[in-house]
């Protein structure tokens, strides 16, 4: 990214959500806090006739993102978990999917992620083991969380923990 794209002060917001979605996660959805980024922006019916919305307040590549080193917090990053499924499905609308890229993909995402962040900053990476073991993710992003927890039906979905030391 050319420095002069840069957003210099990420509009005064201090955590930053790098794959939004349509905000599933959050107990509020319009948290003034909050910068959502997202590279798409969306509007879908599901097959049960709910509405699925992709709204970032910025569209962006978490793997180039526009701002300075040092501006954000908190970090979320979720990114897509599923390399095999329809490309059309509800899944594949709802959460995105891996490119076949995926491990240097997640790798500069990881990455930016830190970089952006504040020194002390946090990061809290989510996964879900459906087709990638987290071990597989935590080899890929040669960094190991301080700590984390599973959650979900099934524990397949794990909350991760790093910060900027
Ligand atoms: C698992 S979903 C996030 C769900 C979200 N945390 C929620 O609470 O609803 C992953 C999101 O990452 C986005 N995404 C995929 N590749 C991306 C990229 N290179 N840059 C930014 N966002 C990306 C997808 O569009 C998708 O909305």
Known sequence: MNESKKIKNSVGRNILDATCGSKMMWFDKDNPDVLFADKRTERHTLCDGRALEINPDIKMDFTDMPFDDNTFNLVVFDPPHLKSLGKKSWLALKYGYL???????????????????????????????????????????????????????????????????
Do not use: Y
């Not at 076949?100 to 995402?109: H, S």
């Not at 992003?141 to 900027?164: D, E, V």
């Open 99 to 165: 490119l076949p890229t995926w491990e240097a993909d997640l790798k500069a995402g990881f990455d930016e992620c830190m970089r952006v962040l504040k020194p002390n900053g946090v990061l809290i990476f989510k996964w879900n083991e459906n087709q990638i073991k987290v071990s597989k993710i935590i080899e890929v992003i040669s960094a190991k969380p301080l700590f984390g927890h599973t959650t979900g039906r099934n524990s397949q979905t794990i909350w991760m923990t790093f910060m900027k030391m």
